[in-house]
């Protein structure tokens, strides 16, 4: 066969897979595990699988996009309120085989769901003392939990691609929550402790060679109280509360992930 019909025929190939639906990246894609927390698992969407009980897991998440995008075959193990021991034990199907791993997890570690309650009661309350702790654990303890969970992902998974998958800043500083009293500073505050995590973890992962997605630009503009937001404020069932909406999986996690992904696929 001459040289020039052997390039002419992944060309070829490419061609008919997208005339039949299928991208090349699509034909590639193997194994993938999603790890982690509510964040992950889909919490704020409102639609969850009947057998995913207290972990909420949902269509909807960016992690069952992601697959679908991507033509991955989905192992979904993050679960509601996860932390790091948490996420430890959902490493069950990662091995040499699995291609593609994502993580998010950290938030509940510092209590960032207890720290906003506490900010949310009613005058004379405050959260001062909640937010400087757990300022304090994403800076002096955090680290170390990270460090042994990314190792253990890398031992188990040695030819994965892995994405540590980061959150996004809650507020945008307006109080249109009556029964959520978040003052602007305290806004600010938890946003800034929105920083810190996300810089935390972005360090962590790089020590560990992995992609770091930061999703705080993404929801610019799309914040609690936003005109279009991504983020619910307060929520009925109160566990839908401050997470990702459909909107907010869809729009601003799915192409951010499955972009930091894709280059394993076509790779492979």
Request: overall charge neutral.
């Amino acid at each position: 066969m001459r040289h020039g019909t052997w390039l002419a025929l992944p060309i070829a190939v490419a061609v008919l897979l997208t005339l039949i639906g299928i991208s090349p990246a699509q034909a590639a894609a193997g194994p993938y595990t999603a790890l982690g927390d509510s964040y992950s698992s889909g919490v704020g969407t409102r639609t969850y699988y009947s057998d995913s009980g207290s972990c909420y897991r949902g269509p909807n998440a960016y992690p069952v996009k992601v697959a679908a995008r991507l033509g991955a075959p989905l192992t979904f193990a993050a679960c509601s309120g996860a932390r790091v021991p948490d996420v430890l034990n959902q490493l069950g199907s990662l091995n040499a085989s699995t291609t593609l791993v994502t993580v998010s997890v950290g938030g509940n570690d510092a209590g960032f769901a207890d720290v906003i309650t506490q900010c949310a009661l009613p005058w004379p309350w405050t959260c001062t003392t909640d937010i400087n702790n757990a300022n304090n654990y994403i800076r002096n303890t955090l680290p170390g939990t990270l460090n042994n969970l990314y190792t253990q992902i890398r031992t188990r998974a040695p030819n994965a691609r892995v994405v540590v998958v980061g959150y996004p800043r809650l507020f945008n500083g307006e109080e249109c929550n009556l029964g959520a009293r978040i003052s602007r500073s305290e806004q600010s505050a938890l946003n800034a402790t929105a920083d810190l995590l996300a810089t935390t973890i972005a360090g962590r992962a790089a020590a560990h060679g992995f992609r770091f997605v930061d999703v705080r630009s993404a929801f610019t503009g799309h914040a609690v109280c936003d005109d279009v937001e991504w983020l619910n404020g307060l929520s009925d069932p109160v566990r839908e509360s401050y997470h990702p909406n459909t909107a907010g999986h869809t729009y601003g996690y799915t192409p951010l992930v499955a972009n930091a992904l894709s280059a394993a696929v076509t790779q492979a």
